[in-house]
């Protein structure tokens, strides 16, 4: 008996792994979503109390600056002028290069004022600097 091969080349089967790694991680990750979407947390619903006003907490390990509507500024509850903030900024940073900054500002303060003593602040080379804000006025800036 005489075999007669086919024109067309024989390829032997194979089983393609990266399709199946691609579904695989695809179950995974919709297992994980599933899964935590699952996961409820059961709290008992109180009201919470509203803080009329919280301690002040000054540390020796950051400074708090105040700007008051007018423009002017106060250090530990004691007013400084610019000259002033600025040696007391220098002279602190140079204690503690990772001393933080609190600038906090009256509602109706002034944006130039506010940028004057970020700059102050930047110029003694403080890099951790935040702005004190409430979430009390902010109804008040949502009404028309």
């Known amino acids: ?6 024109p067309i080349p024989h390829k032997r089967s194979r089983i ?3 399709p199946l790694i691609d579904i695989m991680f695809f179950l995974l990750a919709s297992f994980m979503m599933v899964s935590l979407q699952m996961s409820k947390t059961e709290n008992v ?4 109390p509203s803080a009329t006003q919280g301690k002040p907490d000054f540390q020796p390990n950051m400074i708090n600056i105040a700007v008051k509507s007018d423009g002017k500024m106060f250090y530990e509850k004691q007013e400084v002028d610019a000259l002033r903030l600025g040696e007391i900024l220098t002279n602190r940073f140079r204690a503690d290069t990772n001393l933080p900054v609190f600038i906090s500002g009256d509602v109706d303060t002034q944006h130039g004022s506010m940028v004057k003593v ?3 602040v930047r110029s003694a080379g403080v890099q951790k600097i935040a702005f004190c804000v409430t ?4 109804e008040q800036l949502r009404q028309p």
């Open 118 to 120: 970020y700059e102050l």
């Open 1 to 6: 008996m005489l075999k007669i091969g086919s």
């Open 45 to 48: 619903r109180v009201k919470l």
């Open 16 to 18: 393609e792994i990266i």
């Open 135 to 138: 979430s009390d006025d902010s």
